[in-house]
């Protein structure tokens, strides 16, 4: 049975209603445990009244819908890369660490459900979620930092490993603040950029892409 398609607004916000539901149970109680019920109940609607099967035809589609849309925060990705290079490594680097640190917050139910199930879940959709949240994200940040070797006149024969510990540090940065509300030594999201960048600069030198100043 197809879902009927949604075009008006209070169409479109009961929709929007049902995905967060729905993504928010998969994180909080895992995908076999949430009922189309529980969904409908949480968005506001009346329980096992059938009101999710107007939007959706069956549990499993609401469940793809709500990955895809949490995954748009990732694709954004695109959007940033095509606004280097600025010319300056700091300031590139600033900004990535704001938009990594924002793009996790906002999927972060996401990968509390993906934490939760990610050894349940259907090959396909793992395979979906690992293209769409490790594959191609960093697929582009290695392009950029080879990018910036070349320009540097140098090799980075390292460069998928530094990737992964500096875009990694962030995302642990951000999972133990949604984990526990706080971090050691109360750090907040500017001082963590801050030394995030202090490092990556520090690595960069280290290899070769940059002189003290932070030119190429």
């Known amino acids: 049975m197809a ?12 929709r929007e209603r049902l995905l967060d539901a729905a993504m928010s149970l998969f994180a909080e109680k895992g995908y076999e445990r949430t009922t189309v019920g529980d969904i409908e109940k949480a968005a506001g609607l009346s329980p096992r009244s059938g009101a999710l099967y107007q939007y959706f035809p069956a549990k499993e589609e609401t469940l793809h819908a709500a990955v895809e849309r949490q995954l748009e925060a990732v694709d954004d990705l695109t959007s940033v890369m095509d606004m280097l290079p600025l010319g300056d490594l700091r300031s590139e680097l600033t900004l990535l660490a704001r938009w990594d640190l924002a793009s996790l917050q906002r999927r972060a139910e996401l990968s509390r459900f993906v934490r939760r199930e990610g050894d349940r879940l259907p090959a396909r959709l793992r395979r979906k979620l690992y293209d769409r ?7 582009q940040i290695f392009s950029l930092l080879r990018a910036r070797a070349a320009r540097a006149g140098t090799e980075l024969p390292d460069v998928e490993a530094i990737a992964v510990l ?28 801050a030394a995030w960048v202090d490092i990556a600069m520090a690595t960069a030198e280290a290899r070769g892409l940059v002189g003290r100043s932070g030119s190429p």
């Open 166 to 193: 500096l875009v990694e540090g962030l995302a642990g940065y951000r999972g133990i603040r949604e984990t526990f509300g706080r971090v050691p030594g109360d750090i907040d999201d500017e001082q963590v950029i």
């Open 3 to 14: 879902a009927p398609r949604t075009n008006s607004p209070a169409q479109t916000r009961t």
């Open 133 to 139: 949240l490790v594959a191609k994200p960093y697929d």
